[in-house]
């Protein structure tokens, strides 16, 4: 009997080849976009990317954080730091903003996974709540008021405006392929399989010889480190930081978890799908004000009750469609 | 009777007002088959969680190989050799039926995720599952997740494989089947704990029977005479009654 594993499955070998021609697009997009539009695609990046990573932590590890916009403001604020502080080139302390955020994160992880299930949920939120706190007491950053990047950290990136618009769209959709890239290397690779056994049935996990607590350990730091990262440059995009925005509970977590939910959690295609969603009907529904919250509450609930493994889990479950070649399809031969 | 590979001493286990073992002794030999029987209630699924680690005993020790695993967490005594199926099949369900075997046998059995495709696709063979090998576990009937179950305990490469009520609702021959697979499990060496009520499966595989009953052992011996007795008789057909 002759066994092989095949990964790809038809729909697969599709949705790679529209993910790489979108790319290419996408890269191209200063010579097509105009600049609201460059600016709009770095959000939708961002928010492509901080909700793969919240998919990764909620969807696979069973860690429903509330709190992630911790890592969000650690980062920005890292990343002022650094370049205000330190002198650092605002582009070199993105990294490093990430590297500092994940070595935080492993005592704070420590703290957060005494704490289970909905305690851990609302502990994530307190200890966000912390470090705003903290974060407004930093005097060299204006504490609560907040401060703005001085224009030479600005120019330091690219001398010209539009250089500088088009650097940061580059590294906005260089920064959210890499995390999606390495969420399918990770789903991939031997903690993968680990990861999506334990999203299916954690005591099954741990029956089969999984160490769950080490593994979650893992990808909380992990996500940490990128999230951080994602923050960092979503701030230096906008210049100026203060406590408030940076570890905003609506913009960081709300959001993304909406956008996680309604596109399909525990699937690496989910946040994608919501992401567009969301933006899609954020662009068309802006200028209702409070309403426009309504209508996305109203939207998740209709999700929740009619397809609550999100649209891509609707779809996935109907024709069997994955866009990235993650499952281990066993052929057998000879039988 | 040959070394034991598994020993229970003085486990003690209530749950609120509930006894659910009573101060227990049991030992398994190494390549030996043991039956459980008892009422609903009577501490059986209890005490694989025990043995397994999910459950914590009051008092009592574990002990696996001569080492004591009172305190090991399950992830570990799974990787030791300590097996289970789940009366309530616990599969991966949105993983395929072949991807739940990998993953029992790259984390409970401690390979590289590619040594164990070959050895997964024969489990599938043996337990009746290889037309079904791409199909999201989350999606087979009650049946075909119990043969799940047991293909994924094997999978880990037990030294002590726990089974609990696997032949339920099988047809005869399905049960016929079974009952050759956990005798050629056996065969291999693997030292077996069998709960079932399904009790003419169960003698036709297993070398000795215990009856519990309210946490405690009430009766222990060869298959055959056990369930002879008045005493475990009155048990056993209370079982057929309420089954």
């Known amino acids: 009997m002759t066994v092989r594993v095949e990964h790809s499955n038809p729909s697969s070998r599709v949705g790679v080849v529209i993910v790489a021609v979108a790319f290419v697009l996408l890269a191209a997009a200063p010579w097509w976009a105009e600049r609201a539009s460059l600016r709009l695609l770095a959000e939708i990046y961002a928010y492509v990317a901080l909700a793969s990573l919240w998919n990764l932590l909620a969807g696979y590890a069973g860690l429903v954080s509330v709190g992630q916009q911790a890592y969000v403001g650690l980062g920005a604020y890292l990343l002022f730091a650094l370049a205000m502080l330190a002198g650092i080139h605002p582009l070199v302390a993105i990294p490093i903003a990430g590297f500092t955020a994940a070595v935080i994160s492993i005592p704070v992880a420590a703290l957060m996974f005494r704490l289970r299930g909905h305690y851990f949920a609302i502990g994530s939120w307190v200890m966000a709540e912390v470090f705003r706190l903290l974060a407004s007491q930093v005097s060299a950053l204006d504490g609560g008021s907040g401060t703005s990047l001085p224009a030479a950290v600005v120019l330091s990136i690219a001398s010209s405006r539009q250089m500088r618009e088009f650097v940061i769209y580059w590294i906005a959709l260089a920064q959210a392929v890499a995390i999606l890239g390495a969420i399918v290397w990770l789903l991939r690779s031997r903690y993968g399989l680990a990861l999506t056994a334990i999203r299916d049935n954690e005591l099954g996990a741990r029956s089969n010889g999984i160490d769950v607590a080490r593994i979650k350990y893992v990808v909380y730091v992990a996500v940490a480190f990128g999230t951080a990262m994602v923050g960092a440059l979503i701030f230096l995009q906008k210049i100026r930081i203060s406590p408030d925005t940076a570890f905003s509970v609506n913009d960081w977590t709300a959001f993304v978890i909406f956008i996680t939910v309604i596109g399909g959690i525990g699937r690496i295609e989910g946040p994608i799908v919501g992401t567009v969603v969301f933006f899609l009907l954020r662009q068309t529904l802006a200028d209702l004000g409070a309403i426009y919250l309504l209508i996305l509450g109203a939207v998740a609930i209709v999700v929740m009750l009619k397809a609550p493994k999100g649209i891509w889990g609707l779809i996935a479950d109907r024709f069997g469609w994955q866009v990235f070649p993650l499952e281990r399809r066993l052929v057998m031969g000879d039988r | ?243």
């Open chain 2, 1 to 243: 009777m040959t070394m034991p590979i598994l020993s229970l001493q003085k486990i003690s286990k209530r749950f609120g007002a509930v006894v659910v073992a009573d101060g227990i002794d049991l030992t398994l030999g190494e390549g030996e088959a043991l039956g459980v029987i008892g009422p609903n209630g009577a501490g059986k699924t209890t005490l694989f969680g025990i043995i397994t680690g999910t459950v914590a005993p009051d008092s009592g020790r574990v002990l696996f190989a001569g080492e004591d695993v009172t305190r090991a967490a399950p992830e570990r005594r799974c990787r030791m050799g300590i097996a289970r199926s789940f009366q309530i099949p616990q599969p991966f369900g949105g993983m395929t039926v072949f991807e739940n075997l990998v993953v029992a046998a790259a984390f409970g059995g401690g390979k590289r995720e590619r040594d164990v495709y070959p050895r997964c696709a024969e489990l599938l063979d043996q337990c009746g599952l290889a037309d079904k090998a791409n199909r999201r576990a989350g999606s087979l009937a009650l049946l075909d997740r119990k043969r799940l179950e047991l293909a994924r305990a094997l999978a880990t490469e037990p030294r002590v494989l726990l089974l609990d009520e696997v032949a339920g609702g099988l047809i005869e021959h399905e049960t016929a089947a079974l009952v050759a697979l956990v005798k050629d499990v056996r065969a291999r060496g693997v030292s077996i704990i069998w709960i079932e009520h399904i009790v003419h499966a169960l003698i036709a595989a297993v070398d000795r029977l215990v009856v519990l009953h309210g946490g405690a052992l009430i009766a222990e011996g060869l298959p055959a005479e056990v369930i002879r007795r008045p005493q475990v008789a009155e048990i056993y057909m209370g079982i057929e009654a309420d089954a």
